[in-house]
């Protein structure tokens, strides 16, 4: 298996839901508690394994923008994994998802620094890296309902811009969807294979209108005629 | 990228240190300028495996969980950072052995194979502290044999500087001593000269277009998704000011090149000078301070592309 | 093969459902709970509105349950104190119900209207408007006034839905979406899993908003209009339907007021009113039978156009003639407006064509056979698949109410109404036009003490007699709605009512009750003076506050607990029973009609409790006739038995759902002990799935209207026609032209001002403010939205959201900026004809090149919400409201008027207009600054610890 994720760009409309309802999972999840620093003082900030962040395509008026969620790419060559000196970074092998042996990890931050998508964050209360665990807690979960057992940021994302699947199986919906709508990895030149797939905005659809049209335009009440229509 | 002086300080004195053992390995074996005593080299091997201890502790420093830290000699096969921390405490033993069989006079056949292996250890774990950043794909001025080339130059070339202190100090005939530095210090400044020309060009790197996905048309960052910094914007964000970098970098072939090697000269042709040897061997550590706090300062990791770099 | 991966230990759990009240949306959700203490938010799947999924709010509840802002007991401004000051004393529930009461029951006893009752973005209107209604005050509003009355006005004396909470557009059969002035909003989950439905599916899903952030970010198409510019751009494509007769005719003579026939008679009385016959029907003419018929009648075939002359000799002409007239002229012809609305010629036409190719070449036909309600079968529905949603961006102007009538003209000429594909209404609308409930003006009631209202405070008026004023033609509302200065004000001005309080104008008030509502800061327009106006003293009764007595009810510590005199704690949403009722704003889809409840599922630590079960309380206390035994002891033990036991009607009650004595009835029964124990069991909502029959054409469904008859949705199974031309605002305008027969405005301002915009088709005029102000000074529109993981949460902050955003930038053009020398970050002053406020820009390229915007409601007052002083949301984050007056400029010999739509009282907030300039050096953080909120006793319990290392499980941390 590779499990990772499909982002739809053509519908997020970036309204951090997958990173909160991450937040909230992971926060008492298996690699939990997730610190947060000064969080009533001047600058709060914390531990996040998902963020969202907006982009601005071309100029004004011809922009669009696109909401851009980022998490752990669970990458085919996970570079993060091969640096980790302790081997508290790891790729399981059943099912490709990435993950940090917490009693393993003396925060180094070399895998951050292999990282090209910004996906490991270190707690500094704990002293070691966390990142996305692909809510392995969840989906392997077997007394949970079978269709919650998905990563939190997809059971909760409300504009369906998230799927989770296997990407070994030709057949999965993510493959297909993936396949069908031109998906694709992030910096693929630097060769890390990431998981996770990214659908590009769709094309607009195209109405054909005609602005001339045969009986003439209307210029005054007098050219309109009345029906016969009965209520 | 954040430079984080526990790391500075680490990479500086065990390059020092290592550079200085292996030198002084080769000094011993070949008698160079008369040849220090037994004392002598016993205190000069004992000066760079302090350094080395030192730079090693205190890059534990920068470990957020250092309880965890015996756990990095684990992954020898894949990670360079536990081959540095390998090699580093295989070194140990055997520089040990070798000043132990200087100071209790043990057969020369110890002495020498214990030495040349520690030095030859010494260049490999320097060679390995390098491989930590070249082999990084994520941060582009890293990502280059030049990387390692430059550490080992820098580590020897400061090792150099401290070992002509010695001879100087020893009273030897520093000779020897001066071309050996001059020679080292002239490939370091070479080789660093090459990897400041390198990294201008940044080539067919990253952008936020190969980032993003979005090649179609210009893509500008809107906001991050937080107000304040987060670990990547402290771990990767620092930005340094192209004139600033200029500046450094012409200090760092003033001090770091230029100053021990008017020093050199001047040591050669005043024979002696035991102040001139002090400031050539402190302008080169200083030098390699400033050079590799400029290393990480002008390094750019790719993330910064999603936090709106257009290109690293 | 997961040897490894450690599950989560259950054993210690348990789940249960409520509704979440972080906005407005109120999504189903599934709570779970680990030693109480809540360990997961997630959507419930089986909820009609989220269907599962959840926003960032939601999901942030967990963090509001243990936010440090909580309330902690009931307190008392500290005698001997200044009101602002922020020094109280704690006192039991059993001294502040008892103060109250006291004051409560003399008020009642003497002059009710002197009370002032007002809530924010509550979700309990029904109760509270019910409790207003039994002390007999006519002074109750909720925020409507404030928020997108003119959107709710619109539809309602339009198409009997309206958007806002009234209605959805089809997202199953929807091809073409138009999105016009939409942050995120009100069913804010529901647009957002529709919006990804649509664009699977092919459809186009076009913007129209100065500003491309959230939604508009995925649109296929951008349209990034002026401000207060819809109505004219919506006014153009009607134009442009016209010009190519692109309007389904069909659609206009069945279920419009289209061929109705309006007197011509200029300067004389009645003209404009309907011809009508003598039992008062509106009549058209019939060009089959050749006559004048009852235009509600069923077996008619109107003319659609035409003039002709009545029996009586007057001349009439068909409404759609007198729209044809209008809106074929010139002045609305695209290339006319392109330059005022910020928009291409090409693009207007365009987008007109493409939605008339959508709703006629694309129709969507179901085989669903209905009944309509003249007794017609129908072997299937016809839908013209083309959907709108419209919001805020477009109500929030003095010219709203015009602008949003202009877009459901749109949606009428192209038949998109409620069919398949459309913007279909939600239960329990639609209604009659307008809905059949006058505000309570008999002046004989609402003087009299202890007495309650025969009707409801707020209603919509349809003529001058229904107006809320006295016999000299003054307004008897504080916040003057129903006066002749907005006479279809149906939501009240709540912005008014600090300022009309503090200049006794219409009178003074003694008490004033606001329940969630932050009048002291962002929910109110000119803060900084709102504040001093709450610390005015009456210079005639010397130690008197202007505002005598402040009740202010909350559960969080905002800037306006700090200015209350008694502040009455309330709870969390998971801390207490409620309701979300039909009565009040659904939470219907079209497919269903649907209710829902919350109960407690955290145990209280602290001593609060819920406003109402407090309001139950003080009703019985106060021998509210509702809530009272002949016998004059309590009919309800309280909230909950209240909500049981009451009934509006025989078998009509708050809850729907499971009602009957053994809970099988939906809609209607009789009550049923058990009714809460049924939601609970049933996931705490309750959905009355629609049978296809009567999913569509409500307007005009036999078999729907007779059920929603019978639920008490609609009066009586009739006809709901929509009115292109709106005969109510013609009488206004009568009234203001000396006109009328009935009450007339004596003041020259509100003669101009009905005769100018009471006009019975939509129009467009220049945003009232503007008209006062110099576009050359003022270059700029300035705007205000919420960010879509704060939009309508009630302290809008928590550790967690506000990690994403804890400071507001003001955001230009970023073209427009570097032609000013503005760059990202600089500190610049806005200036408006209010005030000054220093803040922070950043550039961007989705905003109109003549507009600036902000996130409101991000900046706070230093010490406010539970955060420390130094938090940048109170240094650096800022409020555009001190730049926004709530009176229009002063104008020569007239009297203040309010900053509102003239029709209905929407605060025009998005009228704003300022200029920019750059801070000199060394300027930076934001300005006004104001003092630091002290904390409250009982703040003491909280840590607001450096690092927070929030963990639900009991067991197995790390």
Redesign the interface.
């Known amino acids: 298996m590779r499990l990772g994720l499909v982002i739809?760009l053509?519908?997020?409309?970036?309204?951090?839901?997958c990173?909160?309802?991450c937040?909230?999972?992971n926060?008492?999840?298996?690699?939990?508690?997730?610190?947060?620093?000064?969080?009533?003082?001047?600058?709060?900030?914390?531990?996040?394994f998902n963020?969202?962040?907006?982009?601005?395509?071309?100029?004004?008026?011809h922009?669009?923008?696109?909401?851009?969620p980022?998490s752990c790419n669970h990458c085919e060559d996970a570079?993060c994994?091969?640096?980790?000196?302790?081997?508290?970074s790891y790729k399981r092998a059943?099912d490709g998802i990435v993950l940090v042996d917490?009693?393993?990890?003396?925060?180094?931050?070399?895998c951050?620094?292999?990282?090209?998508?910004?996906a490991r964050?270190?707690d500094?209360?704990?002293?070691?890296m966390k990142k996305c665990t692909l809510c392995?807690?969840?989906i392997?979960?077997?007394?949970l309902a079978i269709?919650d057992r998905q990563p939190?940021c997809v059971?909760?994302?409300?504009?369906?811009?998230r799927w989770f699947g296997d990407f070994d199986d030709p057949d999965s919906q993510v493959s297909r969807i993936t396949r069908e709508r031109g998906g694709?990895?992030?910096?693929?030149?630097?060769?890390?294979n990431p998981t996770n797939q990214?659908l590009?905005?769709?094309r607009?659809?195209v109405?054909?209108?005609?602005?001339q049209?045969k009986?003439g335009?209307?210029?005054?009440?007098k050219q309109?005629?009345?029906?016969?229509?009965?209520? | 990228m954040h430079p984080a002086f526990s790391v500075i300080f680490f990479t500086v004195a065990s390059g020092a240190g290592f550079g200085l053992f292996s030198l002084l390995f080769i000094a011993d074996t070949f008698k160079l300028g008369g040849g220090f005593s037994a004392d002598q080299l016993v205190a000069g091997g004992l000066m760079s495996v302090a350094l080395i201890i030192f730079g090693l502790l205190s890059s534990t420093f920068h470990l957020a969980n250092p309880k965890n830290a015996w756990r990095a000699f684990s992954r020898f096969r894949t990670s360079w950072l536990s081959r540095e921390g390998v090699f580093a405490v295989a070194f140990m033993p055997l520089a040990l052995i070798y000043l132990a069989s200087i100071m209790f006079d043990a057969p020369l056949w110890l002495r020498e194979s214990t030495g040349l292996l520690a030095a030859v250890l010494a260049w490999i774990t320097v060679f390995s502290t390098g491989m930590i950043y070249a082999c990084l794909k994520t941060i582009r001025q890293w990502n280059t044999p030049l990387v390692p080339a430059n550490y080992l130059a820098l580590g020897y070339s400061s090792g150099s500087l401290l070992l002509l202190l010695g001879a100087v100090i020893a009273g030897l005939d520093t000779t020897p001593y001066i071309a050996m530095s001059a020679l080292i210090v002239s490939i370091a400044a070479v080789l660093k000269a090459i990897y400041y020309f390198w990294i201008r060009d940044p080539g067919l790197s990253p952008t936020i277009n190969t980032a993003t996905g979005l090649t179609r048309a210009k893509v500008k960052l809107l906001d991050t998704g937080h107000t304040h910094g987060t670990f990547l914007t402290q771990e990767f964000g620092y930005q340094l000011a192209r004139s600033q970098a200029s500046l450094l970098k012409i200090l760092v072939f003033v001090i770091g090149f230029g100053l021990p090697g008017l020093m050199l000269v001047w040591v050669f042709t005043a024979q002696g000078g035991q102040a001139l040897a002090l400031v050539a061997a402190v302008a080169g550590l200083l030098g390699a301070a400033m050079e590799r706090w400029l290393f990480f300062a002008e390094a750019r990791h790719v993330v910064n592309l999603y936090h709106g770099a257009q290109r690293c | 093969m997961n040897a490894r991966i450690k599950t989560e230990n259950h054993d210690r759990q348990e789940t249960k459902y409520t509704t979440c009240y972080m906005c407005a949306c109120r999504c189903g959700i599934k709570v779970t709970l680990e030693d109480n203490k809540v360990r997961f938010i997630q959507g419930n799947r089986n909820h009609p509105t989220n269907q599962g999924v959840l926003c960032a709010k939601g999901s942030a509840g967990i963090m509001k349950q243990y936010s440090t802002a909580k309330l902690t007991q009931p307190l008392m401004r500290k005698p001997g104190t200044e009101r602002g000051e922020g020094v109280y004393e704690a006192i039991s529930w059993d001294q502040a119900l008892d103060i109250l009461t006291n004051r409560l029951e003399e008020i009642r006893a003497t002059d009710p209207a002197k009370l002032a009752y007002f809530t924010g973005r509550d979700q309990m209107q029904a109760l509270t408007g019910l409790w207003a209604q039994q002390f007999g005050t006519p002074n109750w509003a909720a925020h409507g006034g404030f928020c997108s009355v003119n959107m709710a006005a619109a539809g309602l004396y339009t198409i009997g839905f309206s958007f806002w909470e009234f209605g959805a557009p089809d997202w199953d059969y929807a091809k073409y979406f138009i999105m016009w002035g939409v942050a995120e909003d009100h069913s804010s989950n529901p647009i957002k899993i529709g919006l990804e439905k649509l664009k699977r599916r092919g459809g186009k899903f076009v913007s129209v908003n100065p500003v491309r952030t959230g939604y508009s970010a995925i649109a296929d198409e951008w349209l990034p209009i002026k401000p207060g510019m819809d109505g004219l751009l919506a006014m153009s494509m009607v134009h442009v339907l016209l010009k190519h007769e692109l309007f389904d005719y069909e659609f206009l003579v069945k279920y419009t007021n289209a061929s109705w026939l309006v007197v011509q008679t200029p300067g004389e009385k009645g003209d404009g009113l309907f011809l009508r016959d003598e039992k008062n029907h509106p009549l058209i003419w019939d060009i089959e039978k050749e006559m004048f018929k009852n235009g509600e009648d069923g077996d008619i075939a109107p003319a659609l156009f035409g003039e002709y002359v009545a029996p009586d000799g007057r001349r009439v002409k068909t409404v759609f003639s007198m729209m044809a007239e209008r809106y074929l002229d010139a002045q609305y012809a695209p290339e006319n407006v392109a330059l005022q609305v910020g928009l291409p010629a090409e693009s207007i036409e365009r987008i007109a064509l493409e939605m008339a190719h959508v709703a006629f070449k694309e129709a969507v036909e179901l085989p669903i056979a209905w009944t309509d309600v003249w007794g017609r079968k129908h072997d299937k529905v016809v839908g013209r698949p083309v959907a709108f949603y419209a919001m805020r961006g477009i109500a929030a102007h003095s010219n709203g109410f015009h602008g949003c009538r202009a877009v459901h003209f749109i949606q009428m000429m192209l038949g998109a109404l409620d069919g398949p594909g459309n913007f279909r209404a939600r239960a329990p609308y639609p209604k009659p036009i307008p809905p059949h409930q006058l505000p309570e003006n008999n002046l004989d009631i609402i003087n009299a003490p202890n007495t309650p209202l025969s009707r409801p405070p707020l209603g919509f008026p349809t003529r001058p007699e229904d107006l809320v004023i006295d016999e000299f033609g003054n307004p008897v509302r504080i916040d003057k709605a129903y006066s002749w200065e907005v006479p279809i004000a149906s939501h009240g001005m709540m912005h008014m009512v600090i300022t009309n309080a503090c200049n006794h104008d219409p009178y003074a008030i003694d008490t004033l009750m606001l329940f969630m509502a932050n009048m002291a800061w962002n929910s109110t327009m000119n803060t900084k003076n709102v504040q001093d106006m709450l610390r005015m003293k009456d210079p005639e009764e010397p130690g008197e506050y202007k505002i005598p007595f402040l009740v202010v009810i909350d559960a969080f510590h905002s800037e306006m607990t700090n200015f209350a005199d008694l502040i009455l704690p309330d709870t969390t949403y998971l801390e207490r029973y409620d309701t979300i009722s039909l009565l009040d704003r659904p939470i219907s889809e079209p497919d269903a009609a649907a209710d829902a409840i919350r109960h407690p599922l955290v145990t209280l630590d602290r001593d609060v409790r819920p406003w109402q079960e407090v309001m139950v309380e003080l009703a019985s206390r106060l021998k509210f006739p509702a809530f009272t035994k002949p016998d004059g002891t309590r009919k309800f033990t309280g909230y909950k038995d209240f909500i049981v036991n009451f009934e509006r009607s025989p078998g009509i009650g708050f809850l729907a759902g499971y009602r009957g004595v053994d809970g099988t009835k939906s809609l209607k029964g009789e009550p049923n002990p058990n009714q809460w124990e049924a939601y609970i069991a049933n996931q705490s909502f309750f959905a009355h799935h629609w049978p296809d029959n009567q999913k569509y054409v409500r307007y005009a469904n036999k078999d729907y209207l007779e059920v929603a008859a019978d639920a008490g949705f609609v009066g009586k199974v009739e006809p709901i026609i929509m009115q292109f031309y709106s005969e109510p605002l013609q009488k206004f305008r009568l009234a203001g032209m000396g006109l009328y027969d009935g009450p007339q405005p004596n003041n020259q301002v509100d003669r101009e001002r009905l005769v100018k915009y009471f006009d019975p088709l939509p129009m467009w005029y220049q945003p009232l403010e503007q008209q006062r102000t110099d576009a050359n000074e003022y270059p700029f529109f300035a705007l205000t939205q919420r960010p879509m993981f704060m939009y309508h949460s009630w302290d809008s902050q928590n550790v967690w959201l506000r990690q994403i955003m804890a400071q507001n930038y003001l955001y230009m053009n970023a073209g427009k900026a570097r032609s000013m020398g503005i760059e990202d970050f600089d500190w610049v002053w806005v200036e408006s004809h209010n005030g000054k406020i220093r803040c922070q820009v950043k550039t961007m390229e989705g905003t109109q090149e003549d507009t600036v915007w902000t996130w409101n409601a991000i900046g706070k007052q230093k010490g406010a919400w539970g955060l420390k002083e130094n938090a940048s949301e109170a240094t650096k984050g800022f409020l555009l409201n001190h730049l926004i007056s709530e009176l229009l400029p002063e104008k020569n010999g007239e009297r203040r008027v309010t900053n509102s739509d003239p029709v209905t009282g929407q605060a025009a907030w998005f009228d704003l207009r300022v200029k920019i300039y750059k801070a000199a050096p060394g300027e930076t953080g934001s300005w006004p600054q104001f003092d630091v909120l002290k904390p409250f006793p009982g703040d003491e319990r909280y840590e607001r610890p450096n690092v927070l290392r929030y963990d639900a499980r009991t067991h197995e941390k790390n």
Not at chain 1, 112 to 118: H, L, M, R
Not at chain 1, 124 to 128: A, C, E, K, L, P
Not at chain 1, 155 to 161: F, G, M
């Open positions: 739809d053509d519908v997020c409309v970036g309204c951090h839901a990173a909160i309802a937040k909230q999972w926060a008492s999840g298996t690699i939990g508690p997730l610190s947060d620093y000064e969080p009533y003082g001047a600058e709060p900030s914390g531990v996040w963020r969202i962040r907006h982009y601005e395509m071309d100029e004004y008026p922009n669009k923008t696109v909401n851009f980022m570079d994994v091969t640096v980790c000196p302790t081997g508290a059943e917490q009693d393993k990890c003396m925060g180094c931050n070399y951050s620094w292999a990282c090209p998508y910004g964050e270190l500094r209360s704990s002293g070691t392995v807690d969840r392997y979960d077997e007394t269709e939190s059971l909760t994302c409300p504009a369906h811009a694709f990895g992030l910096m693929p030149e630097l060769g890390y990214y590009p905005p769709r607009k659809p109405i054909e209108v005609n602005t049209p009986g335009l209307k210029e005054s009440i309109f005629a009345n029906k016969l229509v009965r209520r």
